[in-house]
């Protein structure tokens, strides 16, 4: 008969391990997760392998053990926990109890002195015992019956000793391994052991005499002076370094067998909801004792069946029949109706290219075939549509109704009656997350696993969306973003849809001429870099260019990699001003990026009707700004005029129009004006003074018509660095001077303008109390990192508690504006439409006929949006493309 087995987790030192082998992990909470993480895969691992009949886990206590009491030093000068770590302790605990684990702790004792305590006993109850720990001291107790699993390499492999292989690889028994660490010592415990004794040594003279009682009663035989020397200085020291070595195998503890008992259920619905809280989706599926319908169904979700019941919707008379129903209960009325679309993925932006429609009204669930019925009698299928999706007392809640706006709009649909969406809700309650699939927010925050197929997920999904709403919806208000919310974000979709349906024209003939001239320019430039470098060569290696650089030419190397020499953009800025030839390869890198990025790249997107539809993601950044993609037509580097020059492809929609910038000037010094409240940097807006000038003549304490330009160019540098947080490092490294020159012009600005550092520095607080900072608008961006240990990880956090709000604020600024330029201008019917938002910039597309109307529109919604300390000012350009208007 087998025999029975025990596994003893050592709960500090697998957690220790886990944490410093795994990357940083945060859940959604801004909850550290990695050692948690670690700790759950190692200790599946060991269940599966080992089947253990029994597991414990044992931890230290925070109080001092026996040891401490007998040597004031023990441990002495070990790294305090990071907090990082320290959080993880009480989740992990929490994880056992939920495994039916039982975990032994006790005052005094060391977790190490528990685990000789149990693995003793049970082995005389002639019980296989498995130690699963990182500290190589429990190799003390390895034994026929008692195997210690070392994890090495983090937490991806082991190696398992009894005692027969601690004989054939040490050569000495487990208990005489506790001899050689009493004469070795030990760093990490602090214990002292005999000066000058090494672990070679150490093995030596335990594997000749067998013990430090027979080492210091053989001095005389032992060969080497300093060695005998210290033996006889610190023999007593030895002793009592073995003893703090050795673990206690008496303990007083009670051990009942049957409250260990590996349990072959346990609280599978509370792991289960622990596991999607802590964000742990992969690990659920290897939980025996959690089956599939412990996954899918939450025991307060009795309404998640296996497979939700629908109603399929492919013909007309059943469309007609649930459009009236959907008019009779919804319509001014405070039911509500759930909807979801399935888009195809062959053109996103196509008409037609929803496919079905999950629709959920009074726990009722339907699946309108789109594609099938479009097909079938488009004209009446779209009729019926109109009537539900146009008809503004019809309010709706969906996720992610941006791109089901945009294709509507090529449906001819005006969706409206939108009160609520799940995916731009879930970003504002915390932008730091990543991932706002419904199926992802579902888990996060009702922590139901939805389980099925395709069709089944999206029915289920849409069926629960009332309880997404019920719990994002209090976090909306508990955060006072209801109007971030309800007059920024959502109108913000039915905008941006607007800007992607109606995209930017192209000329393809100058994308074309464009193209041939940058091919030329290329040409030109990979030339001139042979001609200074004295051979041809592969430009684009950077095995080949580091050969060239610091080989050949001789510069100074500022970094290695593992392949050799790095010539990244970072080390070329460093070589700048060493060598000509650098500048050069510099520009020739824009110009092969821009050209296989926007001409050949822009080539590719033009739509059939001769425009770019660029996409427009509102839940991608945590400052709140939007990005564009497909193309993103926000990062066209103009630092080079072959770069601005690509601007000049976009052209008006026809003749009869122009394209119009808008501007926001300095927005971001604006808004540190207005948050900072400082009376020197308010009034120099109020005054309409040169800001960059003004600090220059501040900071450099010269007359304003004495600055000169290269004093006005670090005067800016200054101004937008302080609102990135620079220190006197980056600012030296940025204008070429002195730390002690960059330290002495960040703090004279700071003396001319005190409540900027007064704000700076109470933004840091507010972060360090909250862990989040907010805009103008309450948005919120959390900031884990200001809470790190680590230096330079609470530094990033700091830079990002002083900018976020800044940033963030602009971001609500230009959003808002482009809700009330687009409504103004959809009011009064004009032609003229919002076609491109870059960073603090708004492009319109503007009739001739309405081009006064729309530039007083634009300037008083822009400058208008929100009342502040200081003024906003636009700057507005007219041209015949999007260059000429910059």
Same mark, same amino acid.
């Not at 900072?676 to 018509?705: C, G, Y």
């Not at 937008?720 to 330290?743: H, M, N, P, T, W």
């Given at each position: 008969m087998a025999k029975e087995k025990l596994l003893i987790l050592d709960g500090n030192s697998l957690m220790n391990r886990a944490f410093y082998a795994l990357p940083p992990l945060t859940n959604s909470e801004g909850l550290h997760t990695n050692a948690i993480y670690g700790f759950i895969t190692m200790l599946l691992k060991m269940k599966e392998e080992i089947e253990p009949n029994y597991i414990v886990s044992t931890f230290d206590r925070s109080a001092p053990t026996f040891r401490h009491n007998e040597y004031k030093e023990y441990k002495a000068g070990r790294k305090k926990m990071p907090p990082e770590l320290a959080e993880q302790f009480p989740v992990v605990k929490e994880v056992l109890e939920l495994f039916s684990i039982n975990i032994f702790e006790i005052d005094g004792f060391e977790a190490d002195d528990l685990i000789g305590t149990l693995s003793t006993f049970l082995e005389k109850k002639d019980i296989e015992v498995y130690i699963v720990t990182g500290d190589r001291d429990a190799l003390q107790l390895a034994s026929d019956n008692i195997k210690v699993v070392i994890t090495k390499k983090g937490i991806t492999e082991k190696e398992i000793y009894d005692g027969k292989r601690m004989i054939e690889e040490y050569g000495v028994t487990s208990e005489q391994f506790i001899d050689v660490k009493g004469l070795m010592g030990d760093s990490s415990d602090n214990i002292p052991g005999v000066p000058g004794i090494g672990e070679k040594t150490a093995f030596k003279l335990i594997k000749e005499y067998g013990s430090i009682e027979n080492v210091l009663n053989n001095i005389d035989n032992i060969s080497g002076k300093k060695i005998k020397e210290n033996l006889l200085q610190y023999s007593e020291q030895a002793i009592f370094s073995k003893k703090l070595a050795t673990i206690m195998k008496d303990v007083p503890i009670e051990i009942d067998f049957d409250s260990i008992k590996s349990k072959e259920k346990y609280n599978a619905e509370e792991l289960r909801k622990l596991f999607i809280k802590l964000q742990f989706k992969s690990l659920i599926d290897k939980i025996q004792g959690v089956s599939q319908e412990d996954i899918n169904i939450g025991s307060e979700n009795s309404e998640m069946e296996k497979d939700a019941n629908f109603k399929n919707i492919n013909d007309l008379s059943d469309l007609k029949v649930l459009t009236e129903e959907i008019l009779s209960q919804c319509k001014n009325k405070d039911e509500i109706l759930y909807v979801n679309f399935k888009i195809m993925n062959a053109n996103i932006y196509s008409k037609n290219c929803i496919e079905k429609i999950f629709i959920s009204i009074r726990e009722n669930n339907y699946v309108v075939e789109l594609k099938l019925l479009m097909d079938g009698d488009e004209s009446e299928t779209l009729r019926l549509l109109k009537e539900i999706f146009e008809d503004q007392d019809i309010q709706k809640i969906s996720h992610d109704i941006k791109i089901p706006y945009t294709i509507f709009c090529k449906m001819g649909i005006d969706f409206r009656g939108i009160k609520f969406d799940t995916k731009i809700a879930a970003y504002l309650i915390d932008s730091s997350r990543g991932k706002y699939e419904l199926e992802d927010i579902i888990e996060s925050y009702l922590q139901i696993l939805i389980n099925g197929d395709e069709l089944q997920k999206q029915i289920k999904e849409t069926a629960i969306l009332n309880k997404v709403y019920e719990c994002l919806e209090p976090s909306i208000r508990e955060a006072y973003m209801e109007e971030l919310l309800y007059k920024v974000e959502l109108p913000l979709t039915e905008v941006l849809a607007g800007i992607e349906y109606e995209g930017f024209k192209v000329d393809t003939e100058k994308l074309m001429e464009l193209g041939e001239k940058f091919k030329i320019e290329i040409d030109n430039m990979q030339k001139e870099i042979y001609e200074i470098s004295g051979e041809e060569f592969n430009i684009n290696s950077p095995k080949q260019l580091g050969k060239i650089l610091f080989e050949k030419l001789d510069l100074p190397v500022i970094k290695k990699t593992k392949t050799g020499y790095s010539t990244n953009a970072e080390v070329l800025e460093e070589l700048s001003d060493k060598h000509p030839v650098i500048e050069k390869i510099m520009y020739y890198r824009q110009l092969t990026k821009l050209h296989s990025t926007y001409i050949e790249g822009l080539k590719a997107v033009v739509d059939e009707d001769g425009k770019i539809h660029s996409s427009f993601n509102q839940t991608v950044t945590t400052t709140g700004r939007l990005s564009s993609t497909e193309p993103n037509l926000q990062n066209i580097p103009i630092k080079y005029e072959m770069g601005r020059e690509i601007r000049k492809v976009f052209i008006p929609e026809n003749d009869n129009s122009v394209i119009l910038s808008a501007d926001y000037s300095q927005i971001?010094?604006?808004?540190? +004006?207005?948050?900072?409240?400082?009376?020197?940097? =308010?009034?120099? %807006?109020?005054?309409?003074? #040169?800001?960059?000038?003004?600090?220059?003549?501040?900071?450099?304490?010269?007359?304003?018509?004495?600055?000169?330009?290269?004093?006005?160019?670090?005067?800016? +540098?200054?101004?937008?660095?302080?609102?990135?947080? =620079?220190?006197? %490092?980056?600012?030296?490294? #940025?204008?070429?001077?002195?730390?002690?020159?960059?330290?002495?012009?960040?703090?004279?600005?700071?003396?001319?303008?005190?409540?900027?550092?007064?704000?700076?520095?109470?933004?840091?607080?507010?972060?360090?109390?909250?862990?989040y900072v907010t805009t103008v608008m309450n948005r919120r961006r959390f900031i884990p990192e200001i809470k790190a240990s680590n230096k330079m990880v609470r530094s990033f956090g700091e830079r990002l508690a002083m900018n976020t709000p800044i940033q963030g604020s602009a971001a609500d600024i230009i959003k808002l504006a482009m809700v009330n330029v687009y409504n103004e201008l959809k009011d009064r019917k004009l032609k003229s439409k919002l076609i491109l938002q870059v960073h603090d910039e708004l492009i319109l597309n503007v009739y001739n006929d309405e081009l006064e109307e729309v530039k007083d529109i634009v300037k008083k919604e822009m400058e208008e949006v929100l009342d502040l300390r200081v003024p906003l000012e636009v700057d507005i350009n007219i041209g015949k493309n999007w260059y000429e208007a910059k």
């Open positions: 971001e010094l604006r808004v540190l +004006a207005h948050m900072a409240d400082d009376e020197n940097l =308010i009034d120099a %807006f109020i005054n309409h003074s #040169d800001i960059h000038t003004k600090t220059a003549s501040e900071v450099f304490n010269v007359p304003i018509n004495e600055v000169t330009s290269i004093q006005r160019s670090n005067a800016k +540098a200054v101004n937008f660095g302080i609102v990135y947080g =620079i220190g006197d %490092f980056s600012l030296a490294k #940025d204008l070429k001077i002195s730390r002690k020159e960059a330290k002495n012009y960040i703090d004279t600005y700071f003396e001319r303008y005190p409540g900027v550092k007064e704000y700076l520095d109470g933004a840091i607080e507010q972060a360090k109390e909250k862990l």
